[in-house]
């Protein structure tokens, strides 16, 4: 999402409506989504436990401080057609306003307090150039508002294009994030607490890769990971 797309998309907001991205009701006041969708929420609630199922997920992997997901992918629903609309059908807005309803169940859970700066999973050029923004930093964009930390688009890139993993295995997915990234600018990273933000934890594959090679890149950063979504099968997967 180019910066002019961006000023022109707010000042439309302004002069129209603006509607929930999941059931299109016309919102009030500073919402992010309406009262009956934040309501009727699969919320996981993993926020509330310190070592959750989704934290375990990276037990022997890689050293985490928090590992948190808000929502239960479910297949069907309009939850799973809101990742539909943001990551294939171009509704970059959709992925910012629900980062910004993730950021301030976050804020309000005082759960991220320490955190230095937000890093969304970056895409690969080619593919951000076909979709046109990144899903995951419209997501980090939308929490950032509400969390007040920065987020950081330059420290880490995906210098390798693999292909989508919708279909793939548990086994495939490890095998195609192999040292897919690569870490820019790692002195800005010392000591640094960083959270790092995806749209959907499935098999913790992508998220895995991209905060070891932090890791080895700077030893002395500390690494959380903030989803919007999460499987039942993914975090239970032994």
């Known amino acids: 999402m180019s910066i002019l797309s961006r000023i022109l998309s707010d000042i439309l907001s302004v002069a129209a409506p603006r509607s929930c991205p999941l059931c299109g009701k016309m919102l009030h006041g500073d919402e992010s989504v309406c009262s009956m ?3 009727m929420a699969p919320l996981t609630m993993l926020w509330r436990e310190e070592e959750n199922p989704m934290h375990q997920r990276f037990w022997g992997q890689m050293p985490i401080e928090k590992a948190v997901s808000m929502l239960w992918f479910v297949d069907g629903s309009v939850w799973q057609d809101a990742v539909h609309r943001f990551k294939y059908k171009g509704e970059w807005r959709t992925a910012y306003d629900l980062g910004r309803w993730w950021g301030a169940t976050l804020r309000q859970e005082s759960l991220f307090e320490d955190v230095d700066m937000i890093v969304p999973v970056p895409l690969h050029w080619r593919r951000r150039l076909q979709r046109g923004y ?3 930093e419209e997501l980090a964009l939308g929490m950032a508002k509400e969390l007040a930390k920065p987020v950081r688009q330059d420290v880490v890139r995906r210098h390798r294009y693999n292909a989508s993993q919708t279909q793939s295995s548990y086994s495939e997915r ?3 994030v192999e040292g897919i990234f690569r870490v820019r600018r790692a002195e800005s990273l010392e000591g640094r607490h960083i959270l790092l933000v995806d749209d959907v934890f499935t098999t913790g594959a992508t998220l895995i890769s991209l905060g070891c090679e932090i890791l080895r890149a700077v030893p002395s950063a500390r690494i959380s990971v903030a ?3 999460c499987t039942r099968s993914g975090i239970s997967k032994k």
């Open 37 to 39: 969708c934040e309501a």
């Open 134 to 136: 990144n899903q995951a």
């Open 174 to 176: 490890w095998e195609n």
């Open 227 to 229: 989803t919007l979504f």
